[in-house]
């Protein structure tokens, strides 16, 4: 997730290939479920007339969805940022 230069570069190549487009598509509800769930805390906030930090929302959202379609981990980042894991990445 913090990979730089040519670590990153390097990683990336190995995983081009698992993220090939017809392999996404497999995972198109998992993301459309956790960027529901961002447009549900967005419309929340607007409501609530609160600041949105849509940097840290999003890498929330992002979290989720390369947990949970990468490991197969609902780990729910969005509703609780509580989280060890959260906190350490």
């Not at 017809?22 to 607007?46: G, P, R, T, V, Y």
Request: charged share 35%; glycine share 2%.
């Amino acid at each position: 997730l913090h990979s730089e230069g040519d670590k990153w570069y390097s990683r990336r190549r190995l995983l081009t290939k698992a993220y090939h487009f017809e392999i996404l598509e497999k995972f198109n509800e998992i993301m459309n479920e956790h960027a529901d769930l961002l447009i549900q805390k967005f419309e929340k906030l607007i409501k609530d007339k609160k600041k949105i930090e849509i940097f840290k929302e999003s890498k929330l959202c992002t979290l989720d969805i390369i947990c949970e379609t990468a490991m197969g981990v609902n780990l729910e980042s969005q509703k609780s940022t509580n989280l060890d894991y959260v906190w350490c990445v």
